[in-house]
């Protein structure tokens, strides 16, 4: 071969690797009065279980970390929308913002299931509006979608009061042939 480990065959030892095979053999065969023997293997073995052990807490701890800065973010995303929302909601109107994480949630008495996400309920009177959005972790994307969904309940409220230009029913309507009637 051309200096190229084959993987079917095991890699020759190194002299630092063979040194350690050396001490562990001669540690196993001490008696286990002098520390070696059952006494040598079930001490090393539990070092190595505590050490693997360590390490999945480790990555464990990490990984929870990073799933509560997630929810964090939606957290304070929920906060920059209900601080747009009192400048938007007429008098009887109700409306917050909810970060989601994927779990069923309890609204008005009916539970949904919601993603990982951004949440946004209006309620008037009896008559419940439901908006939702998938955070992509991008501020900006993120935010400006928390202002789209402010402007989208600005609309509904206004649709509801009968304001808004495009509910109106009054509009001129479109022929066939391009001809707009009254």
């Known amino acids: ?6 993987p079917i065959l095991p890699a020759r030892p190194t002299p630092e690797g063979q040194q350690e095979d050396q001490e562990h053999l001669r ?5 286990d009065a002098e520390g070696g023997g059952h006494v040598y293997i079930e001490q090393t073995e539990g070092d190595k279980q505590k050490q693997q ?17 997630v929810f964090t973010y939606r957290n304070d995303l929920a906060t920059y929308g209900n601080g747009m929302l009192p400048d ?3 008098k009887g109107w ?4 909810l970060a989601t994480d994927g779990s069923l949630i309890n609204l008005y008495d009916q539970s ?3 993603q990982e996400g951004l ?5 008037y009177r009896d008559e419940v509006y439901i908006r939702a959005i ?3 972790r991008d501020s900006q994307v993120d935010t400006n979608a928390v202002r789209v969904m402010c402007e989208q309940a600005e609309n509904t409220i206004d649709s509801r009061k009968g304001i808004l230009l495009s509910d109106k029913k009054n509009q001129p309507k479109k022929t066939k042939g391009g001809v707009y009637l009254e």
């Not at 109700?94 to 913002?97: A, L, S």
């Open 53 to 69: 052990k360590e390490k999945i807490d480790d990555v464990n701890s990490f990984l929870e970390g990073e799933r509560q800065r």
């Open 1 to 6: 071969m051309s200096g190229k480990h084959d």
């Open 119 to 123: 949440l946004l309920v209006l309620k």
């Open 27 to 31: 540690q196993v065969d001490l008696p």
């Open 94 to 97: 109700e409306g917050r913002f």
């Open 88 to 90: 938007i909601l007429d």
């Open 134 to 136: 998938r955070t992509t």
């Open 112 to 114: 949904f299931k919601s």
